[in-house]
């Protein structure tokens, strides 16, 4: 089994930058991907960011691409830098981790998920 634990997140003006965290603990795998979602109320969640266990693959929704950056800081954490952020942001992230180097963006293709993290931006 493999543990995921976000962490960083809270509300934020428009405009504002948060950092939000990934750890994993338990089993971890040679090969993987990490990457980042998010659920607004009433919608379904959706693809945020992914990168590959070497970092040297990356993908981000259009909606965020040019604002968040997913990094990889060791085997077993993820960061997702998110700046100029908007209202529409506004969601639970959740970090999530499957056993294959390939990135992908859809969520029953992941094996793993944390509990989320609540990120609010005012306007």
């Known amino acids: 089994q493999v543990q995921l634990v976000e962490s960083g997140g809270g509300l934020v003006q428009a405009g504002g930058s948060l950092r939000l965290s990934c750890a994993a603990s338990?089993?971890?795998?040679?090969?993987?991907?990490m990457g980042w979602f998010r659920q607004a109320p009433g919608k379904e969640r959706e693809f945020v960011a992914a990168?590959?266990?070497?970092?040297?693959?990356t993908e981000y929704a259009d909606s965020v691409k040019g604002r968040f950056t997913i990094s990889r800081d060791n085997a077993k954490k993820v960061t997702l830098q998110m700046t100029n952020l908007k209202p529409e942001d506004t969601a639970v992230y959740y970090c999530?981790?499957?056993?294959?180097?390939?990135?992908?963006?859809?969520?029953?293709?992941?094996?793993?998920w944390g509990q989320g993290t609540q990120v609010t931006v005012s306007s």
């Open positions: 990168i590959n266990w070497s970092g040297g693959t």
């Open positions: 999530a981790t499957r056993a294959n180097i390939k990135v992908v963006r859809t969520t029953w293709d992941y094996d793993y």
């Open positions: 338990g089993r971890t795998f040679t090969s993987y991907t």
